[in-house]
């Protein structure tokens, strides 16, 4: 083949009709602006349709002006007046004063347990219909969040009820209130045929892949239908930290395979020409009754369609076409999407796989098998759109998502097809369910095992800033890459290069320019299964809060942060992976107070502890203050009144520190009863920086860590531990609220920093 044969391949083919994917745009913006800011922006918008409509020349064009205009009217104003019925109903109006109703419920989503302070509490969606409070009744169609105890749990998804009990203030904007039920759930009128029969089959997928190992078992159900039930929250990190987050959701890719099997057992069966459009309908319909009909549900049916769509000839421009349709059908359905990121992730995704991945695929066929190239493409043209959004939320760009997926890959169908047929078997016939339940078993060890893998690659990430020039700069290079490796990719050479590039970059670590970096701040030292902090006093010096277990780690650390001098140590509390690496670490360094917690507890530690310091060791007061060079060190906690006997968690020692203006929280292992009487002693406390407290466990006051505001979340935690340390329902919330978080298991020391009246992170093994 002639070279310009192989640019011919590699170019980006071009795309004859965008006038749906700008009116998708255009819905978007007007769904954007109806939720945020109604008046103002359906302004904005006349005043730019008609300046584009001036500048236009071509009639056609300016009937597309107008057609734009009139869908980001038709959304945003759809929007505005659905998120006022929500805001501004009955049950808004009750929920502020906390009023005791009378509701008729319609069940919308499956019920959730969640842990709470003192026990597990069942949440799910509902749609009220009928609403009754002081004497009064109100016909109406409000979407609230039921939170009930756990005789709630089985609860059926489409189940009717009429359940007495108390509004309270929501805290989305998709919802109207939260109801709170008295008591267990009352008799209630079963599902329609159409939901038992989705329970029953999500139920017998769950029963065929039981023959499995855990957690095998447990990701077969997530890979079909989204039911991630059971799946370790150590397990849900490692996919999140290697990019594959997206498999134990519903997404397009669950509904692509699944309605795509469909279609050839169709075909085999002899279904040809406008049925085959039929079963794909049927197909569509039956897996969101299987997954539910919940928003991210219905968006990735969407998305999963039109990928559908982008299949056989002309499958470009029919693709690019169908998701401005998607788009603007999915925000008539349901505005809020338009501010949600899982959506914005969707549609930037499955562009990319339409637009860049035929191309890259037909490059990279020329000197490989294009299923090899077809797997190779897909996931990285999905990554490259993503990446500038997902930078701008998490602050770092994934350099092993590409590698896992592409190493995934080959198992994700067969894992889903496999679930899926011992589902429909085992409603047959159990037992021969269990045969390909056991296959998808197998495909769902090997993608665990690359997950594990490749979240302990050396370079799973690179900081990212998130400022506009930060990622203006990243749009521009990713725009250059989709624009340019479709050449590269054709050559055998330049293609094998650029693989080899981007595997050398995840699997050897990058030099470090300097340890530690210029004006840290803080480290957390990875000392394993425990605690040890380094707060930068300067010169050489340093205040540590906590010391890790036995093991060198802190000592090690500390060394490499070139600390000579301690003049003040604070013990959190007496457990072993707190103080046990004391001696080690003061051995050859000067060391001053020695700050413990109240309660010396277990005895023989705090013992050991009193003997290395000669008896040097003092309690500090509730509130005390003190200033030791660069840092501003306030103990905060325990509060008094907080429970310790007994308890030596709940009596660490809380400070905070303020260094350089940065204030940052250091809250050792205390417990929900101890966050919460912070939260009450200190409201509206904010803090730059938190270290999680207790390594991450489970067992949190998530409203109080989430209103800190943190930027930056540490969970000092050891690689493998047998606590399940950190847990996915304590790092997914704070991440969600904004902050980006670390893990020492996983990042090796974390240090804090600031540069340019700019905090920056640095992490090192």
Not at 654 to 670: M, N, P
């Amino acid at each position: 083949m002639r070279t310009g044969d192989l640019l011919r391949l590699a170019e980006v083919p071009e795309v004859a009709d965008l006038r749906m994917p700008a009116a998708g745009l255009a819905a978007w913006l007007g769904g954007v602006g109806g939720l945020l800011a109604p008046v103002p922006s359906a302004v904005a918008g006349a005043l730019v349709s008609l300046v584009v409509f001036r500048l236009v020349e071509t009639a056609a064009l300016r009937r597309a002006v107008v057609a734009w205009f009139l869908i980001a009217l038709a959304v945003g104003t759809s929007a505005a007046l659905r998120d006022l019925a929500v805001r501004s109903g009955p049950a808004a109006a009750l929920s502020q004063t906390r009023t005791a109703v009378s509701a008729r419920v319609t069940v919308t989503s499956d019920p959730r347990p969640v842990q709470g302070q003192f026990a597990t509490s069942i949440i799910m969606r509902g749609t009220v219909s009928v609403l009754g409070a002081r004497g009064s009744s109100y016909d109406v169609h409000t979407p609230v969040l039921l939170i009930a105890d756990e005789s709630w749990a089985h609860v059926e998804l489409g189940s009717t009820m009429t359940v007495r009990g108390r509004l309270a203030p929501a805290g989305g904007h998709d919802v109207a209130a939260v109801l709170t039920p008295f008591g267990p759930p009352p008799r209630a009128d079963p599902p329609s045929v159409l939901w038992r029969g989705s329970a029953a089959l999500r139920h017998a997928i769950r029963e065929s892949s039981s023959v499995g190992p855990a957690p095998a078992r447990d990701l077969v159900p997530a890979l079909v239908d989204g039911d991630d039930q059971g799946l370790p929250d150590q397990v849900q990190e490692e996919f999140r930290a290697s990019g594959l987050t997206h498999l134990l959701a519903v997404s397009g890719t669950n509904l692509t395979l699944v309605v795509g099997f469909l279609l050839v057992v169709g075909r085999w069966c002899g279904v040809r020409g406008r049925w085959q459009y039929a079963l794909g309908a049927a197909g569509i319909v039956g897996f969101i009754l299987l997954a539910r009909t919940e928003p991210s549900v219905v968006r990735a049916a969407a998305m999963g369609t039109v990928a559908l769509l982008g299949m056989g000839s002309n499958g470009t421009g029919r693709g690019v076409r169908a998701i401005g349709v998607a788009v603007v059908g999915l925000l008539l359905l349901d505005p809020w999407l338009a501010t949600t990121v899982g959506f914005a992730l969707s549609v930037l995704a499955t562009a990319g796989i339409l637009l860049l991945s035929p191309v890259w695929s037909r490059a990279l066929a020329h000197w490989m098998p294009m299923w090899m190239a077809q797997a190779i493409a897909v996931p990285t043209a999905a990554q490259l759109a993503c990446t500038p959004l997902v930078a701008a939320i998490s602050g770092q760009v994934s350099l092993v998502a590409v590698l896992a997926n592409l190493a995934a890959g080959p198992l994700v169908a067969p894992a889903t097809v496999c679930g899926l047929l011992g589902g429909v078997i085992g409603l047959v016939w159990s037992g021969a369910g269990m045969v390909p339940g056991w296959l998808a078993c197998l495909c769902a060890r090997g993608i665990i095992a690359i997950a594990d893998r490749a979240a302990g690659l050396a370079l799973p990430a690179i900081e990212w800033g998130t400022d506009w020039i930060a990622l203006g700069v990243l749009t521009a290079i990713c725009a250059g890459l989709a624009v340019t490796l479709g050449r590269l990719l054709a050559h055998r050479s330049s293609g094998l290069a650029c693989c080899l590039l981007m595997v050398l970059v995840v699997l050897v670590p990058l030099p470090s320019p300097g340890w530690p970096p210029e004006g840290w701040l803080m480290t957390v030292c990875d000392v394993g299964q425990g605690d040890g902090i380094a707060l930068n006093a300067g010169d050489g010096q340093a205040v540590l809060v906590d010391v890790g277990p036995e093991s060198g780690s802190m000592d090690h650390c500390l060394d490499r942060l070139g600390v000579k001098v301690l003049p003040t140590i604070v013990l959190s509390h007496f457990h072993a992976d707190h103080v046990d690496g004391f001696a080690e670490t003061v051995g050859g360094r000067r060391v001053g107070a020695v700050l413990v917690s109240g309660l010396p507890e277990p005895e023989e530690r705090f013992a050991a502890v009193q003997a290395e310091t000669d008896g040097r060791i003092r309690t500090p007061a509730y509130g005390e203050v003190q200033q030791i060079g660069d840092v501003r060190m306030q103990v905060i906690g325990p509060v008094p009144g907080t429970l310790l006997a007994g308890d030596p968690n709940n009596a660490s020692l809380v400070v905070l520190a303020e260094i350089r203006g940065v204030r940052i929280l250091l809250t050792g292992d205390v417990e929900p009863d101890g966050q919460a009487r912070l939260a009450a002693a200190y409201p509206g406390l904010r803090v730059d920086v938190l270290k999680i407290p207790h390594h991450g466990s489970r067992y949190q006051e998530m409203d109080f860590l989430v209103a800190l505001d943190p930027a930056i979340a540490i969970a000092s935690v050891g690689e493998d531990n047998d606590y399940g340390h950190p847990a996915a329902s304590t790092m997914e919330p704070l991440r969600d609220s904004g902050a980006r978080v670390f893990r020492t298991d996983r990042d090796g020391d974390v240090v804090v920093a600031l540069n340019d009246g700019r905090l920056r992170v640095s992490t090192g093994d």
